[in-house]
């Protein structure tokens, strides 16, 4: 009997609700509501009549009018197409006559772009946007093309529920799953997501997205941060937040001096929203074309105001898009450990409106960014930017760390969104797998030669480079894999001072074996290297890859003679040349390297850095 009774109360209640959703109250109700309707080929002209349906439907259950509730509509497929906007149509029968008559069009599926449209036009004043009104957005979708298509639609989601848009789901069919609708709809995901197992069995939904609808809550007022939800007030939410955070900025030739203006006020823009000092967010700013141009540190002494100015005073430079280089630069030298603080979040925003000089390179240092504990934002901006290479070069998941804007104009809009982003991660421990005990990934003989010209260097700088190649060998497995060999080369005439293949199998013996060199120049070094260092004799194996890594400085001078030695050298041995300098501070560096060159060429800034870089220099020689 309890059970009959309960039975009955709850299709009371059931009842009162269907009431309310045609009744009075819900009659009452202000909403600007904009449905985005499927009209790509995914499904058939009778599937999308069903839409439209469904549509009038439910436009049957309001009170429809400027006082009440305005409904506009989108269909999109590759493009999206505006049918009326919320103000067009302002009595029932002249609405419903309008669904009937939207066109199917046929084509891909880009949702995203038809949620930024409803997002950037559809609620705005002059289209009959009401200040007062909740703003709600319908999306009926079957399912999307690719991981690329979905992560696109999921940020302009995050843009339009930031913006107060209440965004409702409806799945159809088994194609789009219970997650992709998660990610686009407004939270609570039970009350904003429904799920239907074909399009004839939209019109079950009627009722229940009408009820729904009139439990979305009027807007308030935003003119103050205080009317916001707390995490919707970046200033409170991220004024104390702790972290070390770099903007690398894109200053190649694609940009124009305007854009790159816009680039410098976004950055002071979201300066403005933390609390700057040594104790709480520092920031840095480094350009990025060809070369590398860290302008701004993380360890300076700026206040907010200072900072604030010396960004707005940046120059934009020119030259081709080098994405890979600057991720390779921030990892090894703007987060070392005498720079960044261990204890905080360690951030990248990347602004880019371009695709990088090499793909693979960019995703490969993005990646040892990641395993670095760095937490890497991706902003693309415009049409050229590629999401795929965002994609790569964001942390995950992408839907929180990618973000692509239409124009530079747009990236105002990012402002408060990125900053809270930026407030929620936390930091990292120090993964000291990848910082200080590299695993070498190599999977079959290997004998390596180290060469440096030691008279030209000197004592010091010698030195220095034993020490970095004692660890880069350790790194590369030479203590642990008994198939790889490791020598020096320091000298261009004698053999007192070298190190044979077969001889060292520990760090200490490179620098017990290594003492003062006694002339030499780089022809006579390659050529020593192809005719000796990898004879039996002197512990080469014929069964073995042979590699050599050349050590460069900016007093090196790359003459017609030595690219000729150098070329054929490379017809025996794999050659790396590790440049002390800046990028192109040697011309014709990439001219004696194996190709590619930028998996064969390195640059280390200074002498002082390379005891720094030898787990990322073992990496590329491992992986490579």
Known sequence: MARIIINLTALLCFIGLLHHAKGANCFEKVADIVFLLDSSSSIRQEQF??????????????????????????????????????NTHQTKPELKSAIARIPYVGGGTNTAKAIAYAQEKMFTPENGGRAWAAKILVLITDGFLNREHYVAAHQEAYFAKFDNVTIMAIGVGSGVQDKDLEGLASTPKEKYVFRVNDYQALNTLRNELSIKTC?????????????????????????????????????????????????????????????????????????????????????????????KYRVSKLQRLTGNTNTAAVLKYIREYGFRDDIARPDVAHIVVLLTDGKSTNTLQTEMEANLAHKAGIYVFAVGIGNMASIPELMAIASDPDESFLFKVTNYNALRHLRNILAIKACTVEATPNDESVQNDFACGIYSPRDTMFVFDGVTLGLEKSTILRKAIGKIAKNMGLESRHDQRVGVMSEAYGHNTDARLSEIRDQASFEERLGSAKGGKLRSLLRKLRHHAFLPNNGGRSS?????????????????????????????????????????????????????????????PTYDDISLSTVSIAQQLCDA
């Open 215 to 307: 439990q979305v809550p009027p807007q308030q007022d935003q003119s103050s941060e205080e009317n916001l939800e707390p995490e919707k007030q970046p200033r409170k939410f991220c004024g104390g937040k702790p972290a070390d955070l770099y903007f690398l900025l894109d200053s190649s030739n694609s940009i124009h001096i305007t854009d790159f203006d816009r680039q410098l006020r976004f950055v002071s823009d979201v300066i403005d929203i933390f609390d700057i000092s040594k104790s709480h967010t520092r920031v840095g700013v480094t350009l990025y074309s060809d070369g590398i141009h860290p302008v701004i540190p993380i360890n300076n002494d700026f206040d907010k105001d200072d900072l």
């Open 49 to 86: 009549q069903d839409q439209l349906n469904f549509v009038q439907n439910v436009a049957d259950n309001f009170k429809i009018g400027s006082n009440n509730i305005q409904v506009g509509a989108i269909t999109f497929s590759d493009e999206t197409k505006l049918n009326f906007q919320l």
């Open 544 to 604: 073995a890859e042979h590699v050599a890594v050349l050590f460069l400085d900016e007093r090196t001078e790359i003459t017609p003679r030595v690219i000729h030695e150098a070329r054929r050298t490379m017809f025996k041995i794999k050659l790396y040349v590790i440049v002390v300098g800046s990028e192109g501070s040697i011309p014709g560096a990439n001219r004696i390297c194996s190709s590619p060159a930028d998996e064969h060429l390195m640059y280390v």
